[in-house]
């Protein structure tokens, strides 16, 4: 069973659609090891509300933490520290999608951050979204991942930028599983669409 580990080069670039699509393509199980506020409307609970399929399941944070902020942050907040031996991931027979929070390098305490949670044998997903530093922030991602031996490959959120992913298709050297467009809203039937457009190239990363 694969495992497929979905980061970004930032924050708000659509990890949590790609998981959903990601997750709906597949019909594997999801998982997000820490959610840093919006307890009530987390992103479990929104790729929940997106993935048609009766076969996903949906396992529990390993921290729920009440603030919006850096994971190190919001535990402080919280009062406790986080500790990479308590976040293991759920036993399952079903491919796992497993979210990150922000980018690699978002801390999780004063030593570890995101990458530290990646295992060797996962598969890992970089969402690159077009901005003013998205080339730079998509070649440091991609590049300290193949640093650690892992298959990469890229999804695209947001409008198109022919330049932009050109350069970064070509200094990566990486499989783009697809692009997500700019879409109005995101409901169950967009994802499916999506997850018909993506399935062939997921499953062939």
């Not at 393509?25 to 790729?47: F, N």
């Not at 979210?99 to 060797?120: R, S, Y």
Request: proline letters at 4%; one cysteine or more.
């Amino acid at each position: 069973m694969n495992t497929y580990f979905i980061t970004g080069i930032s924050t708000e670039v659509g990890k949590t659609i790609a998981s959903a699509i990601i997750t709906e393509a597949l019909e594997t199980d999801y998982w997000k090891p820490i959610q840093a506020g919006e307890l009530d409307h987390c992103d479990t609970k929104k790729v929940k509300q997106l993935v048609s399929n009766p076969k996903s399941q949906f396992h529990d944070n390993a921290y729920a933490l009440k603030t919006p902020m850096s994971p190190h942050a919001a535990a402080e907040i919280d009062g406790i520290t986080i500790n990479l031996n308590k976040i293991a991931a759920p036993k399952t027979k079903n491919h796992l999608v497993i979210e990150g929070a922000g980018g690699l390098l978002v801390p999780l305490n004063t030593k570890q951050t995101i990458i530290d949670i990646i295992q060797p044998h996962y598969k890992v997903i970089v969402v690159s979204r077009h901005y003013l530093g998205s080339i730079n922030h998509t070649l440091l991602t991609v590049n300290l991942l193949k640093q650690k031996g892992l298959e990469v490959a890229i999804v695209f959120s947001g409008n198109a930028h022919k330049t932009t992913e050109d350069i970064i298709k070509k200094m990566t050297n990486v499989p783009v599983i697809g692009r997500i467009e700019e879409e109005p809203y995101f409901d169950k039937n967009v994802i499916l669409e999506y997850a018909a457009k993506f399935r062939s190239t997921i499953k062939k990363f």
